[in-house]
């Protein structure tokens, strides 16, 4: 592996739904994905968070992993049930607690601590509110931002407000697979508009508290077309302006792409009211890119959505049936640097990683030479994209345990340590060792 630029921040990435359990305690309200999780047929085999990878006890051993690993930062997510348990008012002191234990046991171990405000965890009263249709949920959401700074900023200088709005419009609000569960196809669209505001006000709200650094992630996917027909072209074009444009021009330059093809006319999206693309454009310090997969479309005429994806042949693929193609990292990097230019901030890979099947030998060990494949892959990806001229500083590998991996339930393992979830008993997998070694070696090169 070539080397890294020196202070490149090597991390992990986890998020509370899907690692914390222990959702009925310590004054925790409900979330979104708490209720969604209960309706009978749309988590596979009906799992539930309810204990996930139990890191809300088991907290301090997880840190000790982290430790063993040498990563230098960890991205987490703060419950935003936990802080404020009906989306409004005052903190639920005990919720702080936590992530104040976590926090100070990050530092004492040389790990730099980078929360994100948003995983997907909503507040269950602000849904029956309206959620994120409701322009005053991204009021709420600086509130909670406030809360959660006031108690931490003087010790966690990095903040992430978002993650991956796009996943949360497109699949919670306009597919109906993700909490809450709405299929409004474009109907979704303020919600779009009102996380970025939530954005915006957050970020302010975070330097007000004494935030040094604040980002936003999103999840990236460099489209292709299936065909170069005008038709495919075009579908391509529309599924890349809802994926990797609307989610980062209003931040980054101050204004929505051209939405013609979602029957937006030139006005824009109604919602919008004069002042919010100022406060959604901010500064900001960075942006989280989280990388997967590419995509390739093929036109789906007379459909509100008008494109549809199709397989990608000729590449291995991960236990989601995901393709392995760590040059699109590469062209996701390049391709933001272009479009964005000057406004572009520095970049970070917030997330990257793969599921495999990982399975306990009877020696009980784990071997999983396919993520082992993938991270290898896709770090020499970032590199190539760093040596083309891109800032990157710094990669957080998705994830540190095996957990509950949304309507997936605990089918997907994507951790480099496994879990047992009968037993709660973890064993690092032989990526761990890939990893640590890594990280090692790059660290004491730089
Ligand atoms: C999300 C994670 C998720 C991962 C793998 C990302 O979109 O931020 O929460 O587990 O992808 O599906």
């Not at 699109?328 to 099947?357: D, F, H, I, R």
Request: with cysteine; aromatic share 10%; proline share 7%.
């Amino acid at each position: 592996m070539p080397s890294f630029p020196a202070g490149f921040r090597w991390g992990v990435a986890t998020a509370a739904y899907q690692i914390e359990g222990a959702v009925a305690e310590d004054g925790r309200g409900d979330s979104i994905w708490d209720t969604f999780c209960r309706q009978p047929g749309v988590i596979r085999d009906g799992h539930t968070g309810d204990v996930a990878a139990d890191h809300y006890h088991r907290w301090a051993q997880d840190v000790a992993l982290m430790a063993d690993l040498g990563i230098t930062a960890y991205r987490f997510s703060i419950g935003w049930p936990r802080v404020q348990p009906g989306g409004a008012g005052a903190a639920n002191p005990a919720g702080l607690d936590f992530y104040e234990r976590l926090t100070d046991a990050l530092l004492a171990a040389g790990i730099t601590p980078v929360p994100t405000l948003y995983h997907w965890d909503l507040p269950q009263p602000l849904e029956d509110a309206g959620g994120w249709l409701s322009r005053d949920t991204a009021q709420r959401f600086a509130d909670y931002a406030a809360l959660a700074a006031g108690r931490l900023a003087d010790r966690i200088g990095l903040w992430i407000t978002l993650n991956e709005p796009y996943v949360v419009t497109a699949m919670g609000y306009a597919l109906g697979i993700h909490a809450p569960g709405k299929a409004l196809m474009l109907g979704a669209l303020p919600t779009a508009h009102h996380q970025l505001l939530g954005h915006g006000l957050a970020t302010a709200a975070l330097r007000a508290a004494g935030a040094r650094e604040v980002m936003i992630t999103n999840n990236y996917s460099p489209a292709w077309p299936a065909s170069d027909s005008a038709a495919d072209v075009a579908a391509t074009r529309a599924y890349d302006t809802l994926q990797n444009r609307v989610f980062t021009d209003p931040v980054l330059v101050g204004r929505y792409p051209d939405l013609g093809a979602f029957g937006v006319g030139e006005g824009g999206l109604d919602c919008v009211r004069d002042g919010d693309l100022a406060v959604i454009s901010a500064p900001i310090d960075g942006l989280g890119v989280n990388y997967y997969m590419p995509t390739r479309l093929s036109a789906l005429p007379d459909s509100p959505l008008p494109f549809q994806m199709q397989p990608i042949p000729g590449y291995p693929l991960t236990a989601f049936g995901w393709p392995v193609v760590p040059a699109a990292l590469t062209e996701m990097l390049t391709s933001l640097k272009q479009w964005y230019g000057e406004a572009l901030p520095p970049l970070y890979v917030t997330e990257n990683g793969c599921s495999q099947p990982d399975e306990v030998a009877a020696d009980g060990t784990v071997d999983d030479p396919g993520r082992i494949d993938y991270l290898d892959g896709h770090l020499r990806a970032v590199h190539d994209a760093i040596e083309a001229g891109v800032d990157v500083r710094g990669y957080f590998e998705w994830t540190l345990t095996d957990n509950f991996e949304w309507s997936e339930g605990y089918h997907q393992r994507f951790g480099l340590v496994h879990t047992d979830f009968e037993t709660q008993r973890r064993i690092p997998k032989s990526s761990f060792a890939w990893y640590r070694d890594l990280i090692a070696a790059q660290r004491a090169a730089g």
